[in-house]
T-cell receptor, first 112, second 115 residues
Framework: GDSVTQMEGPVTLSEEAFLTINCTYT??????LFWYVQYPGEGLQLLLK?????DKGSNKGFEATYRKETTSFHLEKGSVQVSDSAVYFC???????????FGKGTMLLVSP | GAGVSQSPRYKVAKRGQDVALRCDPI?????LFWYQQALGQGPEFLTY????????KSGLPSDRFFAERPEGSVSTLKIQRTQQEDSAVYLC?????????????FGPGTRLTVL
């Protein structure tokens, strides 16, 4: 079946450091790919998405590129802030379906 | 406008009790989803409605779980005879159309603890 694998956390960084959170997936066909973020005490929020191969999603300084050849959708940010501390979830939506499959999440902790 | 709301935010139940969790989706959203998120895990799909029709309930873990959306708006997830393994955060999400690229908007969740 479809699945998403994320790097385990927590990822601990200092403010202004470069961030990469790895995400790989297994799916048939051409899924859409998403990154969701969950701040403490809040619901999941869509951070960015990509719907086809080579698409780059971006939002709030975060970027991820849909790489079909490596079945990856790694999340990157050039300079993290303390306010980016949260749990990040990679997810896929299989083509023709409406239900998301999530990874286990990666906690990011950014210190001043 | 208002986002997805869920109530209660926290629920403690004794093993064997029945519970009902409510979801108010964004007004006008056609699709509604329930997910279960165990501690330290990602959300896992439970069931999906399009308007009042329950189109997919393949993720419900047992026949103790039941969901409804009788008027195509508010939804209730009911768990009968709760067990300790039911302890989790239950997330509701809604979307304005069942297209694969449409964003699902999530509520804050209900944290269920079964003692």
């Amino acid at each position: 079946g479809d699945s998403v694998t994320q790097m385990e956390g927590p990822v601990t960084l200092s403010e202004e450091a470069f961030l990469t959170i790895n995400c790989t997936y297994t799916a048939t066909g051409y899924p859409s790919l998403f990154w969701y973020v969950q701040y403490p005490g809040e619901g999941l929020q869509l951070l960015l998405k990509a719907t086809k191969a080579d698409d780059k999603g971006s939002n709030k300084g975060f970027e991820a590129t849909y790489r079909k050849e490596t079945t990856s959708f790694h999340l990157e940010k050039g300079s993290v802030q303390v306010s980016d501390s949260a749990v990040y979830f990679c997810a896929l939506l299989p083509s023709g379906y409406s239900t998301l499959t999530f990874g286990k999440g990666t906690m990011l902790l950014v210190s001043p | 406008g208002a986002g997805v709301s869920q109530s209660p935010r926290y629920k403690v139940a004794k093993r064997g009790q029945d519970v009902a969790l409510r979801c108010d989706p964004i007004s006008g959203h056609v699709s509604l989803f329930w997910y279960q998120q165990a501690l330290g895990q990602g959300p896992e799909f439970l069931t999906y409605f399009q308007n009042e029709a329950q189109l997919d309930k393949s993720g419900l873990p047992s026949d103790r779980f039941f969901a409804e959306r009788p008027e195509g708006s508010v939804s209730t997830l009911k768990i009968q005879r709760t067990q300790q393994e039911d302890s989790a955060v239950y997330l509701c999400a809604s979307s304005d159309f069942p297209e694969s690229y449409n964003e699902q908007f999530f509520g804050p969740g209900t944290r269920l603890t079964v003692l």
